[in-house]
């Protein structure tokens, strides 16, 4: 099993930033994508950005030259820095991880999704 653990979230006016962190712990071999999602009150789930093993990132126009995603493949960890932030990024943001498992009869692939942390912008 994996477990995230999502951070970092909170309110904040216009213009600002804010940093979440994703942790994966358990019985990781390795991380392969790891990425953000957001969904707002009654809209459906939207990417927000992903990177690969290999540190390739992919943005949508919307947060693009705004947001950052990094990771620390030591720590299992990944990031979200959140730059001039508008209302329309108000959603609850999930982090999901790609990856495979060690376990005692070989390796297994993952697909985990955090609990989601709450960003809202607001004056």
């Known amino acids: 099993q994996v477990h995230l653990v999502e951070s970092g979230g909170g309110l904040v006016q216009p213009g600002g930033s804010l940093r979440l962190s994703c942790a994966a712990s358990?019985?990781?071999?390795?991380?392969?994508?790891m990425g953000w999602y957001r969904q707002a009150p009654g809209k459906q789930r939207e990417l927000v950005a992903t990177?690969?093993?290999?540190?390739?990132?992919n943005y949508p126009e919307s947060v693009k030259g705004r947001f950052t995603i990094s990771r620390d493949n030591a720590m299992n960890t990944m990031y979200l820095q959140m730059n001039s932030l508008k209302p329309e990024d108000t959603a609850v943001y999930s982090c999901?991880?790609?990856?495979?498992?060690?376990?005692?009869?070989?390796?297994?692939?993952?697909?985990?999704w955090g609990q989601g942390t709450q960003v809202t912008v607001s004056s």
């Open positions: 358990g019985s990781i071999f390795s991380l392969n994508v």
């Open positions: 999901n991880v790609q990856g495979r498992l060690a376990t005692p009869f070989g390796r297994s692939s993952f697909d985990s």
């Open positions: 990177i690969t093993s290999d540190g390739t990132t």
